[in-house]
């Protein structure tokens, strides 16, 4: 989903930027993530539309909340300083959402914050750097302990409980000594060449893969420790963290939400140099932030050369009382199972399925089966996320753990599961199913940075004043994509605020990630038709 994350119903359309995305739907199924919505935060809105903002954030997911969280919270500008002078006035930030708040990607992903380095780091370096591949590969696997700081940030237990931002144990497992021999090899080429996070992971084989995952048919598995292995109720901590910031910082941050931003138009005549028009008004701003993931393209067209969005399938489900429960598993390292639940990567017929177990109820988060689809499936809408997944899909999803963990190991089906949690929860195993888009790129990288006017096709008057950004396109693996692609946008944002300057860089931030006219033009007006696998949104790169 990252997405964070998901697993697709079926393969990606041919034709990049050729259409508008449009606007989510109003309808969108529910996740079970989503369950209970935020009381404070869910439908929020302000008495009255903003007229005028410094910074107009279009999207109210992980990536969205992360560029006003940063803003706000690492700003001084927003504090009364200690001297005689006049404060400064509070910066003033506008964050708008079509539906509900958090209602996108962020709040209908697998829940992991776990990349696969290894393969994603030799991935890497197909599309950029090595010097830019080894930074992406630790940029990543930095969001375990990014997010649990940002989570330990929060103002109440409560809150820091229903984030559950959590160490779990990791496991990447495969199933065909082909694909399981060329992990291990890319496994050595981190560990030579990234070794301070190649050496976070460690390989099992045969029986003793068998034995740590409880899953028989394994051939092998790579395991991660808790520093490059974590989960998230993403949605709870998007909103729990929006709470957060509308309490702490009244006069800086408005948030309405079923406010569907239309279009962008740069003025003239005016003290601003935008104005977003909105189904319930406008908004004059100096800079624009599209956190919109895979509808960008509608407010920057160009964008849809390298930018599209794929129809996603999660669900949620009761594994077999035969299973152990969190901090129970078979442990791998330091012969320890961490309390915080196990996570799954499983490879099989060059797919990916993948599994999140939740700590308090043990629930398991389910996606996968990559590519299966009845024929005429594919062809729906790839923004339209109001529909159950596709019938085959949704069977897939509701029979494969069992022959996974083998039936001698499931057991019989559980009963302890309490039944009356909230009323949109189903009574039986199978949870909730839902369905997402994901913002998926051709070179596999997000878009993070500033947004040149060859781009946009709007000349601002005061370039120095502010601009337009971006950040999107986070591949399914928006969980250890977006938090840090949100800090790093917000401090180019704040730098060009201090500086009147469009520099961007930072050293920890990878630069492969700025949308360049290199990453933007057209691509023969087609992308590669690649294979979505899954939760990390990896394909073949393929013909770029």
């Not at 630790?138 to 809150?159: I, M, N, S, W, Y």
């Not at 494969?400 to 195993?429: C, K, M, S, V």
Request: charged letters at 20%; aromatic letters at 8%.
């Amino acid at each position: 989903m990252q997405l964070s994350i998901f697993v697709s119903s079926i393969l990606l359309s041919a034709v990049l930027g050729q259409s508008d995305p449009g606007y989510p739907v109003k309808n969108p199924s529910i996740s079970y993530w989503q369950i209970p919505p935020h009381p404070d935060v869910a439908d929020h809105q302000s008495p009255k539309l903003p007229e005028s903002a410094d910074i107009v954030i279009i999207g109210s997911g992980m990536s969205g909340t992360s560029i006003a969280w940063h803003l706000l919270m690492d700003d001084n500008s927003t504090t009364t300083p200690t001297t005689k002078k006049a404060p400064p006035a509070p910066l003033r930030i506008a964050m708008l959402e079509a539906r509900q708040a958090c209602s996108g990607a962020t709040g209908r992903n697998g829940g992991h914050i776990r990349p696969s380095s290894y393969e994603e780091y030799v991935d890497a370096k197909k599309v950029t750097t090595q010097d830019q591949a080894a930074k992406i590969t630790k940029f990543r696997a930095g969001h375990v302990d990014a997010l649990l700081r940002a989570a330990g940030r929060l103002p109440t237990e409560q809150a820091r409980q229903a984030a559950s931002v959590r160490p779990v144990d990791s496991l990447d497992v495969y199933f065909e000594e082909a694909p399981f021999a060329e992990a291990v090899a890319q496994w050595e080429t981190l560990r030579r060449e990234v070794p301070e996070v190649g050496d976070e992971w460690s390989v099992l084989a045969g029986d003793e893969a068998r034995r740590v995952s409880l899953m028989p048919g394994a051939v092998g598995a790579l395991t991660g420790t808790a520093r490059v292995a974590g989960a998230i109720w993403g949605y709870r901590f998007v909103t729990n963290g929006l709470k957060m910031l509308l309490d702490a910082y009244p006069e800086s941050l408005s948030l309405d939400t079923h406010t569907t931003a239309t279009s962008v138009n740069a003025l003239k005549n005016s003290t601003h140099n935008f104005e977003v028009t909105t189904d319930r008004g406008t908004i004059l701003a100096n800079h624009v932030v599209y956190a919109t993931n895979s509808w960008s393209p509608h407010f920057v067209p160009v964008l849809g050369n390298a930018l599209q969005g794929s129809l996603l399938s999660m669900s949620a489900q009761l594994g077999g009382a035969g299973l152990p429960k969190p901090g129970e598993w078979p442990a791998y390292h330091n012969n320890v199972s961490l309390p915080g639940g196990r996570a799954w990567s499983l490879f099989l017929r060059g797919g990916l399925d993948y599994i999140v177990q939740e700590p308090e109820h043990g629930e398991y988060m389910y996606g996968g089966g990559a590519g299966v689809s009845f024929p005429g499936e594919d062809d729906r809408d790839q923004y339209d996320d109001s529909g159950t997944p596709p019938s085959v899909v949704a069977a897939y999803l509701n029979g494969a753990l069992p022959t996974y963990f083998g039936y001698q190991n499931w057991g019989a089906e559980r009963t302890d599961f309490p039944a009356d949690l909230h009323p949109d929860i189903w009574a039986g195993r199978t949870k909730r199913v839902w369905t997402g888009v994901e913002g998926f790129t051709t070179d596999a990288l997000p878009l993070v940075g500033p947004l040149a006017e060859q781009f946009t096709q709007r000349p601002v008057k005061n370039p120095a004043a502010g601009q337009e950004w971006v950040s999107a396109g986070f591949n399914g693996e928006g969980m250890d994509y977006a938090w840090l692609s949100g800090k790093g946008l917000g401090q180019m944002i704040r730098n060009h605020m201090a500086n009147a300057t469009n520099e961007p860089l930072f050293e920890w931030f990878p630069t492969a990630f700025l949308p360049t006219e290199a990453r933007l033009q057209k691509q023969n007006g087609t992308a590669a038709r690649r294979r979505d696998v899954g939760r990390n949104g990896r394909r073949d790169l393929g013909e770029l």
